[in-house]
């Protein structure tokens, strides 16, 4: 069973600073990882996708990594500002292409002016 | 813009009360549809996957008889939570997905907020 853990489960930090969020999975036979943005009340906001085959993407000042064999992913945010504040999620989805797609808990970031 | 739509946004009704719940794909067909649950501060809980034109697959603790999930069209998926109480109150959101479209990010609607007083 697929269970996917993230690392912290909060952070503040001031800004200007550049912060990696971890995520963890137990089974590497993934399809793809999706890392998303919550914003408190709201739905979910893709941010970046990385393909099983896959070890990074960009997107603007985040970068995503995969590492599937460890089973680890991170996402990489520079020169963090107040409105990066909210919830990050990441998600991955199972070798079936349309299978669902299992979430971990998110890390809950806050940026201080 | 947008690729699933969701609706309503925001409901709020009396103990008792069955609630409808509409996802939508707008640019794709959806061979499959999940539906999420999100209690506040807590992450999305999958629970159930709906194919179209099959019944639902219900995750482990999710009552079939409680949530009704239809899916009866390529681009239409609806929750029915009957006979809602308090502990039913909760941010459902679904999403969909399609095999011709397996190397997009997977889309999701904006959500419901149930509130059951």
């Known amino acids: 069973k697929q269970e996917v853990t993230q690392i912290p489960a909060a952070l503040s930090v001031p800004e200007g600073e550049n912060l990696v969020l971890n995520c963890s999975f137990t089974?590497?036979?993934?399809?793809?990882l999706q890392w998303f943005r919550q914003d408190p009340g709201k739905g979910l906001t893709s941010l970046l996708l990385?393909?099983?085959?896959?070890r990074e993407q960009t997107s603007g000042r985040l970068n995503a990594s995969l590492d599937k064999s460890s089973g680890r992913s991170t996402l990489y945010i520079a020169a963090s500002q107040p409105g990066d504040s909210a919830t990050y999620l990441c998600?991955?989805?199972?070798?079936?292409?349309?299978?669902?797609?299992?979430f971990g808990p998110g890390t809950s970031l806050s940026v201080i002016p | 813009g947008a690729v699933v739509s969701q609706h309503p946004s925001w409901v709020i009704c009396k103990s008792g009360t069955s609630v409808k719940i509409e996802c939508r794909s707008l640019?794709?067909?959806?061979?499959?549809m999940f539906w999420y649950r999100q209690f506040p501060k807590q992450s999305l809980m999958l629970m159930a996957t709906s194919n179209e034109g099959s019944k639902a697959t219900y995750e482990q603790g999710v009552e079939k008889d409680k949530f009704l999930i239809n899916h009866a069209s390529l681009t239409l998926s609806t929750l029915t939570v009957t006979s809602a109480h308090p502990e039913d109150s909760s941010f459902y959101i679904c999403s969909a997905s399609s095999v011709t479209h397996s190397n997009q990010p997977q889309h999701f609607g904006d959500g419901t907020r149930l509130s059951i007083l």
């Open positions: 640019d794709f067909q959806a061979t499959t």
């Open positions: 990385i393909q099983s085959s896959q």
């Open positions: 998600a991955v989805r199972r070798e079936t292409s349309y299978d669902k797609v299992i």
């Open positions: 089974d590497s036979a993934i399809y793809n």
